[in-house]
């Protein structure tokens, strides 16, 4: 048995195994539906799937502390999100690193 993956009103790809990898353009939104064939003949296709490609963020750069009073600011260049939108950032504090 195969498969074949089509990406709505354009190109499509093919594969035998539950699973396909694709060099999708991030930020890009996508349709794309899966059918099967064997000897026999091609099933009908899958329902449409919608999805928007995006890899993680890039992680944050020139990260720096500065004193202000008996505090400590954090601060950072946002991230790029490579087409995801980042939606939280976590800061870890770790004591008595010497």
Partial sequence: MSYSLQQKESESASGTDGSFNYAFIY???YNIRITAKNQVGISEASDYLQFKAGY???RPANVSTAHEGDKIKITWLSSVD???????????ILDNVG
């Fill in 27 to 29: 930020s890009q939104g």
């Fill in 82 to 92: 490579n087409g995801s939108p980042i939606t939280s950032y976590h800061v870890y």
């Fill in 56 to 58: 993680k963020p890039d």
